[in-house]
Nanobody
């Protein structure tokens, strides 16, 4: 089983990016999925999570700006990030509980700078 994240890049403050994460391999059930981020010199933190049934949870710092979603048929998860701020700069990681085991994708770098 693998998680593949993509969609990072350089964006100006106020701009938008959409991250994607796809799971592949022998999968029966994907339960909670989530996006985490780690800025230089800081600990990894939860950005947003979503259950299989669509219940979402967000860090206070991104509420109203980021939207997490998933497509269960495609084993995929997305993070729409709007109104980006320089403090959103970080490596973003996707995570998923697949068949009761935790998996992590490789990070994708998001840089918010003018």
């Amino acid at each position: 089983v693998q998680l593949q994240a993509c969609g990072g890049g350089l964006v100006q403050p106020g701009g938008s990016l959409r991250l994607s994460c796809a799971a592949s391999g022998s999968i029966f059930t994907i339960n909670v999925m989530g996006w985490y981020r780690q800025a230089p010199g800081k600990q990894r933190e939860l950005v947003a999570s979503i259950t299989r049934g669509g219940y979402t949870n967000y860090a206070d710092s991104v509420k109203g700006r980021f939207t997490i979603s998933r497509d269960n048929a495609k084993n995929a998860m997305y993070l729409q990030m709007n109104s980006l701020k320089p403090e959103d700069t970080a490596v973003y990681y996707c995570s998923a509980n697949i068949d009761l085991r935790p998996y992590w994708g490789q990070g994708t770098l998001v840089t918010v700078s003018s």
